[in-house]
């Protein structure tokens, strides 16, 4: 089965702090990532593609298909930072589509 | 360029009635999708449509259709509502050659009383 797990529900940290956001997917195929974020009172908009390898407002992300994850990382997070989540699995069959996973809150205090 | 317009922002309905949700993806896209995203469930994926053609269809029942028309714009119709039907219906475009960056629009607020 396709299936992306977000377990965390909400993360809260401090300014500054590292930030890891878990993502892990079950899917038999060629795995294609990605995370989108959405900001309060914005559209969900893409963030990160595993195969841009990018680090995009200093978010970084690996493909790790060994452990079928894909975590979210930030050395030091910033309160713009705060937002919710979404990892999502691209899959290629009859068309494209992604599957997302129950999205992580996070929340930087200052 | 536009970006993905739907309409409308909110619907208020009751148990039995049908809906109509209306999405025009960005110029040049051809490519739409929709999700039904809820607190509980997230984002779940309803179908796409690629040239009036519906390419992919997600496990909902039979009351979620939808279709596509020449210029690319989409709807998406519940027939019959139930009250967990009450959820934020996003559409998403893209070009729809490759499983490129989904450009979102703000979304249909439904509730189902």
């Known amino acids: 089965a396709q299936r992306v797990t977000q377990p965390e529900k909400l993360l809260s940290v401090f300014k500054g702090a590292p930030v890891e956001l878990k993502c892990n997917y079950s899917?038999?195929?060629?795995?294609?990532l990605f995370w989108y974020v959405q900001y309060s009172r914005q559209r969900l908009q893409l963030l990160l593609r595993?195969?841009s390898r990018e680090s995009i407002k200093g978010f970084t992300a690996d493909l790790n298909k060994g452990e079928t994850s894909f975590h979210l990382k930030k050395p030091f997070a910033q309160e713009e930072d705060s937002a919710m989540y979404y990892c999502?699995?691209?899959?290629?069959?009859?068309?494209?589509?992604?599957?997302f996973g129950s999205g992580t809150r996070l929340l930087v205090r200052p | 360029k536009a970006g993905v317009t739907q309409t409308p922002r909110y619907l208020i309905k009751t148990r039995g009635q049908q809906v109509t949700l209306s999405c025009s993806p960005i110029?040049?896209?051809?490519?739409v999708s929709w999700y039904q995203q809820t607190p509980g469930q997230g984002l779940q994926f309803l179908f796409e449509?690629?040239?009036?053609?519906?390419?992919n269809k997600g496990n909902f029942p039979g009351r979620f259709s939808g279709r596509q028309f020449s210029n690319s714009r989409s709807e998406m119709n519940v027939s019959t509502l139930e009250l967990g039907d009450s959820a934020l219906y996003l559409c998403?475009?893209?070009?729809?050659?490759?499983?490129?960056?989904?450009?979102f629009g703000s979304g249909t607020q439904l509730s189902v009383l």
């Open positions: 449509y690629f040239s009036e053609t519906q390419r």
């Open positions: 999502a699995l691209g899959i290629r069959d009859s068309s494209y589509k992604l599957i």
């Open positions: 998403a475009s893209s070009p729809g050659q490759t499983l490129e960056k989904l450009f």
């Open positions: 110029s040049g896209h051809r490519s």
């Open positions: 595993h195969i």
């Open positions: 899917y038999s195929g060629s795995p294609e």
